[in-house]
């Protein structure tokens, strides 16, 4: 079974900084594409960044420049380094992971359970 847990949230103060991560543990064979997303009430999920594989990474406009999506596939592990933090960037952030567990299923999407990050004026 495999499982992704989420660390690093809380509450800062605008213009702060917070890292969060993300451990895929369980029965992994491979692991493509990592990401993180984030949602606030009302609003639909929405796709902060990227990292494939090979370490490409891609940005939502609102997080270019502010926001390092990193990973140690050593260790399974996606993170988020977030700088310039604004009161807009108040979310739940869910970890998302494209994983082969086994060859007979092939690639799964799994998700982690959130971790809350709010920004203050």
């Known amino acids: 079974q495999v499982q992704l847990v989420e660390s690093g949230g809380g509450s800062v103060q605008t213009g702060g900084s917070l890292r969060l991560s993300c451990a895929a543990s369980?029965?992994?064979?491979?692991?493509?594409?990592m990401a993180w997303y984030r949602q606030t009430p009302g609003k639909q999920r929405e796709l902060v960044a990227t990292?494939?594989?090979?370490?490409?990474?891609n940005y939502a406009d609102s997080v270019k420049g502010r926001f390092t999506i990193s990973r140690d596939n050593a260790k399974n592990t996606v993170y988020l380094q977030m700088n310039s933090l604004k009161p807009e960037d108040t979310a739940v952030y869910y970890c998302?992971?494209?994983?082969?567990?086994?060859?007979?299923?092939?690639?799964?999407?799994?998700w982690g359970q959130g971790t809350q990050v709010t920004v203050s004026s």
């Open positions: 369980g029965s992994i064979l491979r692991i493509n594409t």
């Open positions: 990292i494939t594989s090979g370490v490409g990474t």
């Open positions: 998302n992971a494209y994983i082969m567990a086994n060859h007979v299923l092939g690639y799964l999407d799994y």
